[in-house]
């Protein structure tokens, strides 16, 4: 399966950036969709981007072209660089892998989810 470990957020001024990473470990052999979901409180988890691994990329449309997905598959680690924050981006941000395994399984993970907090 597939072990996700998140870092990088925090608190930043609107206007500032940050940058997320996600490191995955497991018995896999590839990671065929990385994606990075946020969740506001008191609402389901959202879809903000999300790369394949034919680097086709996804962006919820209140993100695109301030926030930008990426992969480093010889790390096997995802990266969500977010910038020209607003305070309305203020949620707890999660990574999700689709990892492909033996036997062609597809397994799925997340996270443990990182806070984001966009304030002055």
């Known amino acids: 399966q597939v072990q996700l470990v998140e870092s990088g957020g925090g608190l930043m001024q609107p206007g500032g950036s940050l940058r997320l990473s996600c490191a995955a470990s497991?018995?896999?052999?590839?990671?065929?969709?990385m994606g990075w979901y946020r969740q506001f409180p008191g609402k389901e988890r959202e879809l903000v981007a999300q790369?394949?691994?034919?680097?086709?990329?996804n962006y919820a449309d209140d993100v695109k072209g301030r926030f930008t997905v990426s992969r480093d598959n010889a790390k096997n680690t995802g990266y969500l660089q977010m910038n020209s924050l607003k305070p309305e981006d203020t949620a707890v941000y999660y990574c999700?892998?689709?990892?492909?395994?033996?036997?062609?399984?597809?397994?799925?993970?997340w996270g443990q989810g990182t806070q984001v907090t966009v304030s002055s």
């Open positions: 790369i394949t691994s034919g680097d086709t990329t």
């Open positions: 999700n892998a689709v990892v492909g395994a033996i036997y062609g399984r597809e397994y799925r993970g």
């Open positions: 497991g018995s896999f052999f590839s990671i065929n969709v």
